[in-house]
């Protein structure tokens, strides 16, 4: 009884911390007339396993269809004078103002066959023909998956053509136990996307970013296409796992299972990660993937020896208070994702440390300039790479003669929890 009182009692903890997004309005997708001077607008396929909405506004419903639907959006994001990088600007009332709110101005269902068609559209307007696949986590209405897809893509600048993958979530706090069950009841769904994605001529290339509870889904219909085709295609290059809501010895064999040609993974992880925190109590203790300390033994050699990467963004102040999207809501690293996926590179490059680039990203000028103050600031921003912790060394050493290699703490502080239970994420 105890155990049991303190789990509803930390879901009320977090029930208030995320209380201040209860007062927007919802069924925000009716589509207005027009957007606005200096706005932009992102399109995006949409694919789903939720049923279909009567209510205006809606589409999809937080209940699981029988087979999955397809629409196609293009959200109007407004100038970024109004908004600040990494923030969804939900509407105070409807309809939407693009001057100020994100705003629908396309909001269509497609059948199949139609979706097709027009996948092959906007992968003709893309150079290089990439896609991105996004794959959103615990506790998101259709909407809230479409507006911050929508936000990442607009912030991040990845060129790639955007394919929302967006599962029978109910959006509540209370739904841990059904959201985690969809997932699984869109394990095959989400298969089936990327076999048709890995088939499909007209794209050269895939990255798939996912977040909290996506995880889950994402690497086990990996799993699932490495297992049915005994390995997973050339043409998937990155995998990036934000915040994942993921057993660590789960996420071991589903890795092992996938096989040696697979596409580059990149961790995100934040040790503060409050939603994880929980997700570890509900799941007997066990930590999560996504709030482990990378430099820390056993994870330190598996990562190494699998070469996984990790970004540790525990430093990194962005967000809410739990901690759960940093990803996406931290100018510096989803300007980096953008960054690197636009040059063609992979996030797991290992020629250039990563911590470069977030040093460059948030320190400007003083960091160009040798100032030691500006290497000081990026120090927050621990980027687990070899060769980021020599070159980050090297010029402090040089800057100030001070010897870096401070000890990290160790994981058992806060690991891991159900999926976001944050719906302004």
């Known amino acids: 009884m105890v155990r049991y009182g303190m789990g509803w009692t930390l879901m009320l903890v977090l029930a208030v911390l995320t209380a201040g997004c209860a007062g927007r309005p ?35 419903s937080g209940e699981r269809g029988l087979t999955p639907s397809f629409a196609d959006i293009t959200v109007s994001i407004p100038p970024s004078k109004v908004r600040k990088i990494g923030e969804v600007s939900w509407p105070k009332r409807l309809p939407s103002n693009p001057a100020t709110d994100f705003a629908v101005l396309k909001a269509d269902a497609l059948t199949l066959d139609a979706a097709k068609s027009r996948l092959n559209v906007l992968v003709r307007k893309n150079p290089d023909h990439s896609v991105i696949v996004f794959i959103h986590g615990f506790n998101n209405r259709f909407e809230d998956s479409v507006y911050r897809f929508a936000q990442i893509m607009q912030d991040s600048g990845i060129p790639n053509t955007p394919v929302l993958v967006t599962w029978p979530s109910r959006g509540s706090l209370l739904a841990y136990g059904y959201d985690r069950e ?37 690497l086990e219909s990996l799993r699932q296409m490495a297992i049915r085709n005994g390995r997973l295609p050339a043409k998937f290059k990155n995998v990036m ?40 109590r509900v799941w007997g203790d066990i930590p999560r993937i996504g709030s482990i300390d990378p430099e820390q033994s056993p994870y330190k050699e598996e990562l190494a020896a699998n070469k996984i990467a990790v970004i ?57 300039a040798g100032s030691a103050a500006g290497l000081i600031l990026s120090a927050p921003i621990a980027v687990v790479d070899q060769n980021t912790r020599e070159n980050y060394a090297n010029q402090m050493a040089g800057l100030s003669g001070a010897k870096s290699g401070a000890k990290r703490p160790v994981v058992n502080d806060c690991s891991a929890t159900p999926a976001s239970t944050k719906r302004c994420d």
């Open 26 to 60: 919802k069924n925000v997708l009716l589509p207005v007339a027009e957007s606005s001077p200096g706005a932009s607008k992102v399109e995006m396929l949409v694919t789903t396993t939720r049923s279909r909405s009567s209510v205006p506004g809606q589409m999809f």
């Open 182 to 218: 969809s997932t699984n009841y869109t394990r095959n769904a989400l298969e089936t996307l990327f076999q048709y994605l890995a088939k499909d001529p007209e794209i050269k290339d895939v990255s798939i970013l996912a977040h909290s509870m996506g995880n889950w889904l994402a």
């Open 241 to 280: 796992l934000a915040d994942a809501d993921v057993d660590v010895d789960v996420f071991r064999s589903q890795i092992a299972d996938m096989g040696p040609q697979r596409p580059k993974f990149t961790l995100f992880v934040s040790r503060d990660d409050r939603a994880l925190a929980l997700s570890r």
């Open 312 to 368: 540790d963004l525990t430093k990194i102040k962005a967000g809410d208070r739990l901690h759960h999207s940093k990803f996406a809501q931290s100018p510096q690293i989803v300007q980096l994702i953008g960054a690197r996926i636009s040059q063609g590179q992979t996030l797991t490059d290992s020629r250039v440390g990563l911590g470069d680039k977030l040093l460059a990203a948030t320190t400007g000028t003083a960091a160009a």
